[in-house]
């Protein structure tokens, strides 16, 4: 079923709008931050990604550029001043065909999840409270609009994101873990082979009798 659109774009902000450089500010995104945001998201997830087995974040520009117009998402920005420091993204319901979430386990369980699609704090601001804000405001959001709980993927070689989560109470749910098991290499193709005498330059296949000769 398609969705209704977001609203109208708000105009620009005068310099006077924006947030003190001591403080964090946070907004919806908005049509024109689009490539701003993409490029911000690839800057963050540059190094977690060189350990990730999962997809790599964030995922394909084409689907960043629909989830503008889907009602069900919302998307927001985090400013120090005009600079982007941090930026959030939360679905209401399962998005996307190729997810992992199975929404009948959570309806089993009479959970409404939050869905944290994303929450990514810029490298030189990591460690100052950006990220504590952006889950505040994810928290505030479920409240009011009725979710019972906040639902995050997050990959286990990601220490500190791992622990920025336990430490704020989140739990591991009965999802899969990723394993492997390591095979014994053998080459595909065999290995050489004697190559048998040219029967010609056999001396005994000469001295062979005749088994017909002599018969008949
Ligand atoms: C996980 C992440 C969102 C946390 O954001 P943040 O802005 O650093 O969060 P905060 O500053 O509120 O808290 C970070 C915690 O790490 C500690 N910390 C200390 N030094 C730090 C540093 N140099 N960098 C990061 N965290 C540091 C903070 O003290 C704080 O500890 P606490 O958990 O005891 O409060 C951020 O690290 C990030 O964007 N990581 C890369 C993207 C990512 O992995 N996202 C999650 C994918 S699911």
């Not at 659109?5 to 947030?19: M, Q």
């Not at 209401?92 to 979430?101: A, L, P, R």
């Not at 190559?195 to 009798?209: E, F, G, I, Q």
Request: hydrophobic share 30%.
């Amino acid at each position: 079923m398609a969705r209704a659109r977001k609203p109208r774009e708000p105009k620009e902000p005068e310099p006077a709008e924006l947030g003190p450089s001591d403080s964090i500010r946070v907004r919806r995104m908005h049509r024109r931050d689009i490539n701003r945001v993409w490029e911000f998201l690839k800057l963050v997830f540059r190094s977690v990604n060189k350990e990730t087995v999962e997809y790599q974040r964030p995922r394909s520009k084409q689907r960043f550029e629909e989830q503008y117009d889907d009602e069900g998402i919302e998307q927001l920005v985090f400013e120090v001043g005009s600079e982007i420091v941090g930026y959030a993204e939360c679905a209401f319901e399962v998005t996307g065909s190729d997810n992992w979430i199975n929404p009948r386990y959570f309806a089993n369980r009479e959970m409404r999840p939050l869905f944290v699609e994303e929450l990514a704090t810029h490298p030189d601001y990591q460690g100052r409270g950006v990220g504590s804000f952006m889950l505040e405001q994810l928290q505030h959001l479920a409240r009011v609009r009725g979710c019972t709980h906040l639902v995050l993927e997050v990959a286990e070689n990601n220490p500190s994101a791992l622990s920025f989560y336990r430490k704020r109470n989140f739990y591991k749910l009965d999802a899969a873990i990723f394993m492997a098991q390591k095979v014994e290499q053998e080459p595909e193709l065999l290995p050489p082979r004697p190559l048998k005498p040219s029967p010609d330059n056999d001396p005994a296949a000469d001295s062979t009798p005749d088994k017909t000769s002599g018969q008949g």
